[in-house]
């Protein structure tokens, strides 16, 4: 199992992605598609015991006095998680709720914060975050210390052990369900049946599929959970942002010949969104998930920046505030932001939202 680890770490998102979908052939891409099917089996195992555990309640899990929101994903890699808690945050402030995000850190460097949580920084300077691995402990210090009424657990759907007042997943529109596998056979945390615990399913990037590929993942999440709300949304571009602050209009780029670069889990729906803004990417690297950028990286793209025939340089904003520069050498470095657009069954998160405001002004 540590192999195959090893080996999916090896490999880019892009090309990890290729290889499980099947979208890679041959007698070595198969043979590699045998070898981590094999390891899916015990990962897989594992899941549907600790699953049983808690559904059962021999497992234990904590209630705290203030609800909790978890946002978290069915797969691996990027669905909008971010967006999505930023957006559900924004609305509990504007209901004058304090409310704290919290999320257990994961690709943080020691006594420093992850990528999401320095971008959620910067778009909420006044909502608190909390990154620790226990985050029953990180609830207790948001309630007790802070006087939070209210906390978004990120990324929080497979961890169990903190009890939800409302749980959102993600699905994203263009790999709904990890190729029907559990990691590392696919990019599942856990098989599709986990649907089950969920109050509401959102499908992400849905303006990339057609109506008729909506309803066919509608129709298997209402198999699984009949109860779960359904909602759809996109990533709807804002701006680009240097790390200094300053911020451009989306249509300034549009036309320019760029290059664009990304440590994310999902560099397939960057490079959507950014063709939906209109750019040309002239060149794209990937780094992996949460990659933490070093000198030796920004000398590197530098390098790779200068030798390009481009205008400027993109990324994501969970690259730039770990890169903290402006330009690579002459070339200018922006990121894309994005935010989430609900465009199906808003109403239906903001009723949840206004319910949860109205038990925590009962209290």
Not at 11 to 36: I, N, W
Not at 217 to 235: F, T
């Amino acid at each position: 199992m540590r192999a195959c680890r090893h080996l999916c770490y090896l490999l880019s998102p892009s090309d990890f992605h290729d290889l499980v979908s099947g979208r890679r052939r041959g007698l070595v891409a198969s043979t590699l598609r045998a070898v981590l099917r094999v390891a899916e089996v015990p990962y897989t195992a594992a899941i549907a015991w600790r699953n049983r555990g808690y559904d059962r309640n021999d497992a234990k899990s904590f209630a705290v006095e203030v609800p909790v929101i978890s946002v978290g994903n069915l797969s691996l890699g990027g669905t909008g998680k971010t967006p999505l808690v930023e957006w559900i945050a924004r609305r509990l402030r504007e209901r004058q709720l304090r409310v704290a995000i919290v999320s257990r850190g994961y690709g943080a460097s020691p006594g420093k914060r992850n990528d999401e949580a320095l971008q959620l920084e910067q778009s909420l300077p006044d909502v608190p975050q909390l990154q620790n691995r226990d985050r029953v402990a990180a609830a207790r210090v948001a309630i007790d210390e802070l006087d939070m009424q209210c906390i978004v657990l990120d990324d929080g759907f497979q961890h169990r052990r903190l009890r939800r007042d409302l749980d959102i997943v993600l699905l994203d529109a263009c790999e709904p369900f990890g190729h029907d596998h559990v990691f590392p056979r696919g990019t599942l945390r856990e098989p599709p049946l986990g649907l089950r615990r969920a109050d509401m399913v959102i499908l992400s990037r849905a303006d990339l599929i057609d109506s008729q590929q909506r309803e066919s993942i509608r129709h298997r999440v209402l198999q699984l959970n009949p109860q779960a709300d359904w909602l759809e949304a996109c990533h709807a571009p804002r701006c680009f942002l240097a790390s200094s602050g300053t911020q451009r209009p989306i249509d300034t780029l549009v036309g320019k010949r760029i290059a664009a670069f990304c440590g994310i889990g999902n560099p397939r729906g960057f490079r959507h969104t950014l063709a939906a803004t209109g750019v040309h990417c002239e060149a794209f690297r990937e780094f992996p998930d949460h990659h933490q950028y070093t000198r030796d990286d920004v000398e590197e793209l530098t390098r790779w920046a200068e030798a390009a025939n481009i205008e400027a340089v993109l990324c994501t904003h969970k690259d730039l505030v770990k890169i903290g520069v402006d330009r690579l050498g002459t070339r200018p470095l922006w990121a894309l932001t994005v935010g989430l657009k609900i465009t199906v069954g808003e109403e239906l998160l903001e009723d949840r939202l206004r319910r949860i405001g109205a038990s925590i002004a009962m209290t």
